[in-house]
């Protein structure tokens, strides 16, 4: 373990005073695109802050924060590590963002104890210190596509992929510690999207771009999340006094026709060779999933359903219990095609 550098107290030049000391915080996931906008979210209020980092992250996506956080070097893979760390440190709140993602080459081994393991642990230590614990799952544990639409927490879990089964056993086992007095809140962000992010809303938008998206011959309906709205559910959640057990699928106000956001991107892109011809019979994404499944690419064959078939959930409840102004994926989708655009 590799402490690298204090947070900063302020302190008013020639005043005694200093500064209350703040919430302690620690936080999970910070070079990732979810955590980074929490962590900024978080930085805006007087709040101390640790955060364990995987060893030999990438200096460009944390430097930002260097000199206002405590970062701590663990990997969540190495259990024995992180357990030993924890036995010696308390915080008020722990935010668990950190996760190994879908369609990443890494063994199920590491899976499990980068998306299990370590959770369980941080959630030993939230309960052993009556810490809040908030974690970050994913509406994955629906499946990629849901079994009822709009999929809500009554929806039954799908183990459709590896890291949507993690996702899974991690919330059984906090739902399995909240029994002996964890407190903990559990926040499912639909596929988010935002500058600085390389998912699929930056896959489809390179798909119009190079005039190469394909579209069924159906209308299909998804459900996005701005990035900024799940910073902002995060901070709520960490400032909620909520019960033990509750959850909150986030997302945009409202889905959106896959149609009409591929017209958007296209307006912004000002792509004037772009044709609604290319639409395909349904068959064909059908014949993409089964040649993904073959060669066992999670990510291709995720990539043909999420394009294909209807996605989309209740956050009603979600909305009204945090408080949340939530955004219209279109025009908010803006963000994105113009960092894109930038990026060329």
């Given amino acids: ?36 906008n929490v962590l900024k979210k978080l ?35 190495d259990i024995q590590q992180l357990k030993e760390y924890l036995e010696k440190n308390s ?22 104890d980068v998306n299990v393991n370590a959770t369980e642990q941080l959630a030993i230590n939230a309960k052993a210190n009556n810490s809040k614990f908030i974690f970050c799952s994913s509406v994955g544990v ?10 809500n927490d009554q929806t039954r879990r799908q183990p459709d992929n590896y890291y949507h089964f993690t996702k899974i056993q991690a919330e059984t086992l906090i739902q399995k510690y909240i029994l002996y007095g964890l407190k903990a809140a559990i926040i499912r962000p639909s596929i988010t999207y935002g500058i600085e992010d390389h998912g699929f809303p930056f896959t489809l938008i390179k798909l119009v771009d190079k005039k190469i998206m394909c579209l069924p011959d159906r209308e299909v309906i998804i459900h996005l999340t701005n990035i900024e709205l799940l910073a902002d559910a995060f901070v ?15 997302a945009d106000k ?53 394009i294909s078939m209807n996605w989309y959930y209740d956050i009603t409840d979600s909305i009204t219990e945090l408080s949340l102004k939530p955004a219209k994926t ?12 930038s990026q060329r």
Avoid: C
């Fill in 91 to 112: 915080f008020e709140t722990i935010i668990h963002i950190g996760a190994l993602r879908g369609g990443r080459k890494f063994s199920k081994t590491e899976y499990l």
């Fill in 236 to 250: 709520k959640v960490a400032e909620t006094d909520f019960n033990p057990g509750a959850n909150y699928i986030i």
């Fill in 254 to 306: 409202e889905p959106v026709k896959l149609l009409e956001l591929v017209d958007f991107i296209n307006e912004e892109l000002k792509n004037k060779k772009y044709s609604r011809k290319k639409i395909l019979d349904q068959k064909y994404f059908e014949y993409g999933k089964k040649i993904s499944r073959f060669f066992k690419s999670e990510v291709w064959n995720t990539r043909f359903e999420l």
């Fill in 330 to 341: 279109i025009p908010n989708f803006k963000v994105v095609t113009n960092w894109y655009k």
């Fill in 1 to 36: 373990m590799i402490k690298l550098k204090l947070k900063i107290e302020d302190f008013s030049a020639g005043s005694s005073n200093s500064i209350e000391m703040s919430e302690k915080i620690l936080i999970t996931g910070i070079s990732g695109f979810i955590g980074r």
């Fill in 43 to 77: 930085l805006n209020k007087n709040r101390e802050i640790t955060a364990i980092i995987r060893p030999q992250t990438d200096r460009s996506r944390i430097e930002e924060f260097e000199n206002q956080i405590e970062l701590i070097e663990i990997d969540l893979a």
């Fill in 142 to 151: 629906f499946g990629a596509i849901p079994l009822e639409l709009p999929a």
